[in-house]
Structures are given as structure tokens and as C-alpha cells.
């Protein structure tokens, strides 16, 4: 097989971790259900289980709709290997708990998905991790001793940019461990930066489709295949029907980016403008703070924005029940367009402070932009902007 790391981004996408190897193969990924698999002679069923042999034995072990959609994951994201989890949480704590031992120091920015947040202040920091909490828009703070530095791409609801080349530049022999979900390989990749770990909640733009749930880690082989003990040892294994769906909708990933990069560029210009919305963040308007540094960093500009509601939370809530076409919904990475409130959903677990810390504040609203027709996603927020 030639390396799929040679090829475009779209040809990766679509044959990327391409199994076939002779006539009469299936053209797309089989959907394997089964849990077990049987063997010829009892020796090649020891050889398999002790790793000498590559094989099926066990669902949790390996499976081979699942083995395709990591092949094709590491294809799209420039790696060596990729493992995929039973969700975005699952893979980034198999990257985390896989990578820290007591006593080791975890850098991680103040503006942090909040589950994740829950994750280090939960459970690393009781596992005897130390983590201390710096500005992902101050690279050279983070020039201090540490064993793993954690960075998001875009910051969840949608900033700040973290600056990915810096970090790598000067992590000496820190791992720098990157969720990209925000961004998704279609317009960054980490690997390519820098990074030695990538991230991806695949249940959101890989997937596509609000329709499957599923995480990505991918880098080097030795360092994947410590999170691929994690995951076997944790019980996070992905299912073979949510790989088959993760597969088929990364084969329209770069395309999906395209079509939300530009519907969201023409809502963030919008909302801009509106004399009733006092702040917007989105990394392709010419205006964001992070817009240089998205010029160097990114492919396109990403589904993902930001804006502060006149009001405060109740002109927030508003505003999300003046939508009609665009859904009052979590997650994000779709091709229907999606909006909530972070405050209350993903970033609920933080104090007022951490709140306002990360740029958050009771009137902001996040949207993931999707495939409709751009006038058609601007005008429902112009009707309901005109309710506030």
C-alpha cells in the first residue's frame, strides 16, 4: 500500500485507509457486526491473541470496519497511525491518562472545553498529575517544565486560535497534545505543526451528520498504540455501526468545511454589522483578533463562531427561540446549523470567573454553521435578532 500521506487532502478522505487488496472487493467500508472471530488452527489463534500474527479475535481488540476508519483518520491527519474511541471524551482521556504518570505537570489553557476541565480537575489531578492553567494566547508563557502541554486548535465556543507552531517550537521534551476538533483536518493539522498527539471528537465534523458518536487520537505508532492499551484496558471501543457512519462522512469532510466556511464567513459579516450584537469572534473576518494567525494556521476559516446576544441571558434565550430553521441544540459540526448557550451547556461546570476568563459571558451564543443556503441561515438570525 503507498503512503496515503502523499495524496491530497480530498483523495485522503475519501480512500485513505483503503483495505482492498484484490477482485471483487466491496467499494465502500463493510459494516462487520460480529463480536468474535474464528480460526483455522489453534495455533493461529495463539499466534493472533499473542500479537505475532495480525488478526481478528475479539471486538474489543480489532475490528475491521473499525481498523479502516483509523487508517483513514491517520491518512486525513498526516499521521502514522490513529485509534478510534467510543467518543471525543474517551479518546482524549486514552491521550492524557496514557502520557502523564503522578508527579508529572500538565499545562493546559484557561479557555478549555468544560468537560475536559472536568476531566483534569476530577480525576488527573486525584491520579497525582499537577496542572497548571496558562493563556493560550500567551505562547511564551508556557515556556516552563512540564511533561504534556494540552492545547484546542479553536477554543471551545470558537476562540481564542492557539498559535500551534509556537507551542512545538519550544516544548523541548514535552508532548504537545492538540484537540482539533474545532478545526478537523479539513483546515488544520496539528501533526503538521508540531503536535505529537491530535485529537478529534469524531461525532462532529468527521462524522457530519448528528448521527454517530465517536473520538480520534493519531501521531506516532509507539504513541498511539499506548492509547490503544488505554482504550482495551478502559473499555472504550468504538462500534462498528458508529465507524461504519464516521467512515462514510469523512469522505465529504472537505467538502462540508467548504460549504460552512462560507455560510459562516457571510453570518459572522452579518451579525458584524447588526447594530444590536455587540461582539462577534470569528477567525475569518478581517476584524478578529486571530485573523493573521488563522491566515498562516488554517485552510479556511471553519463552521465555528461566536457573538455576544444583547440582553444578557434572558436576550440570549431570546434570541435562540426566535430561530426557526437553525436548531437550539449541543454539539456542533453538522450539516444542519446548530445554536446554544456555552454557559449553560458546554462550559457549565466553570465559575462565573472561569466564565469571564474565557471570553464567555451570560449573552454568548455559540453557532456551528451548516450546509443550508447562506441567506437563508442569515436571515433566520436577522428575524431572530428583530424578537430580542
Not at 467499494?27 to 495480525?54: G, H, I, K, N
Not at 491518562?97 to 484557561?110: C, K, M
Not at 470567573?353 to 443550508?372: A, K, M, N, P, Y
Amino acid at each position: 500500500m503507498t503512503d496515503d500521506r502523499r495524496k491530497g487532502l480530498a483523495t485522503r478522505l475519501i480512500h485513505g485507509g483503503d483495505l482492498r487488496e484484490g477482485p471483487g472487493e466491496p467499494v465502500v467500508t463493510p459494516l462487520v457486526l460480529a463480536t468474535t472471530f474464528s480460526f483455522e488452527t489453534a495455533a493461529q489463534f495463539r499466534r493472533v491473541m499473542s500479537d505475532e500474527e495480525y488478526g481478528f479475535l475479539y471486538g474489543s481488540l480489532r475490528n475491521p470496519t473499525v481498523e479502516e476508519l483509523a487508517a483513514a483518520c491517520a491518512a486525513a491527519e498526516s499521521a502514522e497511525a490513529a485509534e478510534v474511541f467510543a467518543s471525543g471524551m474517551a479518546g482524549i482521556a486514552a491521550a492524557l491518562f496514557s502520557s502523564l504518570e503522578p508527579g508529572d505537570t500538565l499545562l493546559a489553557p484557561t479557555q478549555l472545553y468544560g468537560n475536559t476541565y472536568a476531566l483534569v480537575e476530577r480525576h488527573l489531578r486525584r491520579a497525582g498529575v499537577e496542572v497548571v492553567y496558562l493563556d493560550a494566547t500567551e505562547p511564551e508563557a508556557w515556556q516552563r517544565s512540564a511533561k504534556v502541554r494540552y492545547v484546542e486548535t479553536l477554543a471551545n465556543p470558537g476562540f481564542p486560535l492557539t498559535d500551534l507552531r509556537a507551542l512545538a517550537e519550544t516544548k523541548g521534551d514535552a508532548l504537545l497534545i492538540v484537540d482539533n476538533t474545532f478545526a478537523s483536518p479539513a483546515i488544520c493539522r496539528p501533526l503538521e505543526l508540531g503536535a505529537d498527539l491530535v485529537c478529534e471528537s469524531a461525532t462532529k465534523f468527521l462524522g457530519g451528520h448528528h448521527d454517530a458518536m465517536a473520538g480520534v487520537v493519531a501521531g506516532s505508532r509507539a504513541l498511539v498504540e499506548r492509547t490503544r492499551r488505554h482504550r482495551y484496558e478502559t473499555g472504550g471501543t468504538l462500534d462498528p455501526f458508529a465507524a461504519f457512519l464516521v467512515r462514510r462522512g469523512l469522505k465529504t469532510l472537505a467538502l462540508r468545511l467548504e460549504r460552512q466556511s462560507l455560510n459562516a464567513l457571510a453570518l459572522a459579516r452579518f451579525l458584524r454589522d447588526h447594530p444590536a450584537i455587540e461582539r462577534v469572534r470569528y477567525v475569518g473576518l478581517d476584524t478578529d483578533p486571530d485573523y493573521e494567525l488563522a491566515m498562516r494556521q488554517l485552510d479556511d476559516s471553519g463552521a465555528m463562531l461566536a457573538f455576544d446576544a444583547p440582553g444578557g441571558l434572558e436576550g440570549a434565550e431570546r434570541l435562540l427561540d426566535g430561530l426557526e430553521l437553525c436548531a437550539r441544540a449541543t454539539s456542533l459540526g453538522g450539516v444542519e446549523t446548530v445554536a446554544s448557550h456555552p454557559a449553560s451547556t458546554s462550559h457549565r461546570q466553570f465559575t462565573p470567573d472561569q466564565l469571564e476568563r474565557s471570553g464567555i459571558s451570560q449573552g454568548t451564543l455559540r453557532v456551528s454553521v451548516g450546509c443550508e443556503d447562506g441567506d437563508d441561515v442569515v436571515a433566520d438570525f436577522e428575524r431572530a435578532i428583530s424578537l430580542v
